[in-house]
């Protein structure tokens, strides 16, 4: 593996034809980086290239992952004639201008969320996306989640009636403790908001992916309740600090955030979000009620889908013979042996890879859903400084 090099193989200066086995670029090699590359090459593609953050993480990211090439420089790397598709799986602040070098050079783009910094900036790269012609999707993987496929054909259906709430939450404990650090900390790494912006934006896509409606108006407040932190300056999503740290920096960015919400429709909603409920690891839950019945997804019990009527109440299995063909068509093994968060990962890039084909897969998240959930973050920040509701 030479670093930044070319093999001379590929002779295309701008991907604009499909070749047989497309040429992924991960960028990034940290926690989600190794996860796109697993799907990237279980949808069939190359890596043919990864970068890190320096040229040594990049030759060891090259070899963990099995990728063709190490790239010292994420710009030579997403703008590489034998690439066809970047992942872009970097601190946020990368996302926007990676993006827009790639799809200049003519690349289809899978961009991590929070898609930018703002929705101005997710806004600009939408824009980018469709002048360019390119396929542009995020990660929003949890609609991939057979049960949360069956909540969203089941409100479809009318099963629920008309909807009268949606509320819910995403607690995570990773940050819970001073000692806890990661470049999400920092707003010029991270964007202004850090817990909204990093799991709130999956609840609201999810939310808006299930029932249908937008969220059109909040009334938020946030909090940073651990002031200060020890810096950890190589410490990765999920781990604690592994030596004696960096001295202390202050934060800024929430650590949690409440929101109440109404929908388009005028559904009323509420949402908890924190990355400092100790216990909470990855505590997605959301639940919708309508005048006959009720649904509940939760992201750690991803098998069964909790339904709720007045007259009874079931945990429906994932067993594709009951299931939505939305749902069934998710469905990689037989109920009782569970599925996870890699599925979806597997199920949304194989999506991703055949919309560059030319399919139109159902749900896919595009880029216009990464402003979606960065218009909603905005109005959160905007809505908790000034005391007040604030549309979208
Ligand atoms: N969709 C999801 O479910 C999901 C889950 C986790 C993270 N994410 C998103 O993925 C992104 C990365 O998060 P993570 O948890 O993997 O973080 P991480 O800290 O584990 O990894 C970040 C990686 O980026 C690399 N990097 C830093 N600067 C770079 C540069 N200039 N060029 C190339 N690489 C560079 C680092 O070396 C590291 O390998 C974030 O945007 C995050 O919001 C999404």
Redesign the pocket.
Known sequence: MGEGGRTGSVTLGVATTQRAVLGAAI?????????HARSARMAGARIAGV????PE??RE?AERLGAERAYG??EA?VTAPDVDVVH?????H??AP?AHAALAAGKHVVC???LALGAAEAAGLADAAASAGRVAT?????RYHPMALEARARVAAGELGALRMVHGGYLQDWLSTADDD???IEPEL?GASRAF??IGS?WCDLAEFITGDTIAAVCAQTATVVPERTRHDS?????AGSNGGNGRRPVTTEDLATVMFRTAAGVLGCLLVSQVSPGRKNHLHLEVAGERASVRFEQERPETLWIGRRERTEALWRDATYLSPAAARHTVVPVGHPQG?LDC?DAFVADSYAAIGGAEPDGLPRFADGVRTARVTDAVLASSAAGAWVDV
Not at 30 to 35: M, P, Q
Not at 88 to 92: H, K, R
Not at 138 to 142: A, T
Not at 235 to 239: K, L, M, P, V
């Open positions: 960028v990034g090699a940290g926690f989600i980086g190794a996860v970068s890190a953050s320096t993480r990049s990211a420089d994420a790397l872009l799986c970097t601190p946020n990368l996302h990676l991590e969320k929070p995020v990660p929003f993987v949890y990661n470049w999400r991270g912006a990093d999956h410490a990765r999503a999920f781990e968060y990962f």
